[in-house]
């Protein structure tokens, strides 16, 4: 049994999304999901104290209560990047407290991770996945939020590299455009007249034979590419840029070498207005905050300042693009939206199902869940009651509801464990089948996994097969429905 500082507790990345953790007196016990037993995590180190336990507990109501305001408000304190596809999910605060003894109670984490300074303390909530689903999902999504600047930032935590590494995604994204060109302001002594001419000055120095220029030339050499030279130059040593040396020495070149390292001269650079270099503009302000310091460090002399990711839009953004490179045509999340009547003041409430996409005339309807899935008790009832509803709704506006479902990420040793105690409740795979009935009508009723394999070395090639195989099930699942002929999953459903 591991023995930690009650302080480490917070700050050291113990604590991971989606799960309870009981506080008892010196102890800190994790439930298992699974088999509904707890665990003992961790002892909290020989220092332990009462009075330890006692700020721990108060310091958690307090940060959650005050991080809950600031998520609850996302007009003014969340910024969104892809805003059109991306949303966050307010409902959930990064955790909460439940209990009245600070020698008895217990923390339940929620789809939020991230980092927060407050009152000179951190709290760390990590991915239960590991750091490299994280990077990973990161580099193929667009969407973090931000609580915004409440003081000075200190650049020394654990979720550093979440900045540098989403810096790194967004250049080489827009790289492949090039390196941008702008209009810079020259002023020189030519021999030429060019631009505009200081005639008074060649007067009074004609013994120069130069005239005093000043023009516009479309230069390289702009603010914007000195402020990524600049980036590169402060993170030299970084392990996350040790690829990108030829983009560095491009930007470098592009600037003769010459950058200042005084911030002010970045703080005015404004946006592209041309659309062409659009993509340059979240690196510019990225860049900035890099330059200032401003990664993922919180203020130390005022309440708070944070980034939070929310792993159930960014991970339901990931699912998107898996499908997406399935073929089939994904219907907007934010497009046409269906409503139903509340009866109340607020007349119409909103369906906005996570997933409708088409292959054909074959639509098809999925909710992305980023939580454990209970083998035992199945979906949850207000899941289950939601996907009712999206059906029942969308059948209105599409002919051929042609499967519905959800889909969960799962521990590649989870899964193994479910496959080896129920192997006949599966499909194939990686899929569960049943049939939903709905005004007469059998919809294939599916849930899927993407299974997410062990955080080590080999993850990445490992993670990119299982991405490969969900894309093949969502084919599978496709082609099944739109041939409509005498199948393994039609069987399935008539056994059923």
Not at 201 to 210: M, P, S
């Amino acid at each position: 049994m591991e023995s930690i500082r009650w302080e480490h507790l917070l700050s050291d990345g113990i604590l991971k999304d989606n799960q309870i953790y009981s506080v008892k007196q010196d102890r800190v016990i994790k439930s298992l999901p699974d088999n509904n037993t707890d665990v003992v995590l961790c002892e909290l180190g020989r220092y332990y104290k009462k009075s330890h336990v006692e700020k721990l507990y108060h310091f958690l109501i307090k940060v959650s209560k005050e991080i809950d305001c600031h998520l609850k408000n996302k007009n003014e304190n969340l910024v969104l990047f892809n805003s059109k596809e991306y949303e966050h999910n307010t409902e959930d605060n990064i955790c909460t407290v439940v209990g009245y003894s600070p020698y008895d109670f217990q923390i339940h984490t929620s789809n939020i991770v991230g980092c927060i300074k407050f009152e000179n303390q951190r709290l760390t909530i990590s991915s239960r996945y590991g750091n490299r689903f994280l990077r990973y999902i990161i580099a193929d999504t667009d969407g973090f939020l931000e609580i915004k600047d409440k003081g000075t930032y200190n650049y020394d935590n654990d979720f550093e590299w979440l900045l540098i590494y989403l810096w790194r995604v967004k250049l080489m994204k827009a790289y492949r455009l090039g390196i941008p060109k702008l209009y810079t302001t020259k002023d020189e002594f030519l021999p030429k007249m060019k631009g505009g001419v200081d005639l008074v000055h060649y007067e009074l120095n004609k013994d120069l034979a130069k005239y005093h220029c000043k023009y516009q030339e479309n230069s390289y050499n702009n603010p914007t590419n000195q402020l990524i030279a600049a980036v590169f130059n402060k993170y030299h040593n970084n392990d996350f840029l040790f690829d990108c040396k030829n983009i560095k020495d491009a930007f470098i070149t592009a600037v003769n070498g010459m950058f200042p390292r005084n911030y002010r001269h970045f703080s005015t650079i404004k946006h592209f207005t041309n659309p062409y270099y659009s993509d340059y503009n979240v690196v510019i302000d990225l860049s900035k905050r890099l330059m200032k310091d401003e990664s993922l460090g919180l203020g130390d002399n005022k309440t708070s300042s944070g980034f939070l990711f929310d792993m159930s839009m960014l991970f339901e953004y990931f699912i998107r693009k898996q499908i997406a490179n399935t073929g089939v045509t994904i219907l907007r999340k934010f497009g046409e939206e269906l409503t139903i009547s509340t009866c109340g003041l607020k007349q119409q409430r909103k369906l906005e199902p996570d997933l409708i996409f088409q292959q054909n005339d074959a639509t098809f309807i999925f909710d992305v869940k980023y939580k454990h899935y209970d083998i035992v008790n199945g979906i949850k009832r207000e899941d289950l009651f939601q996907l009712h509803t999206y059906i029942g709704q969308y059948a209105n506006k599409f002919d051929n509801i042609s499967a519905c479902g959800f889909i969960y990420p799962i521990k590649e040793e989870r899964y193994n464990g479910f496959k080896e105690n129920h192997p006949k409740l599966f499909a194939n795979e990686h899929i569960i089948l049943d049939r939903i009935i709905l005004a007469k009508k059998d919809i294939p009723f599916y849930v899927l996994f993407l299974e997410i394999p062990e955080d080590d070395d080999n993850f990445t090639l490992e993670f990119h097969k299982k991405c490969f195989d969900f894309q093949n099930d969502i084919k599978m699942i496709v082609n099944d429905s739109i041939n409509k002929r005498t199948s393994y999953f039609s069987n399935r459903i008539a056994l059923n």
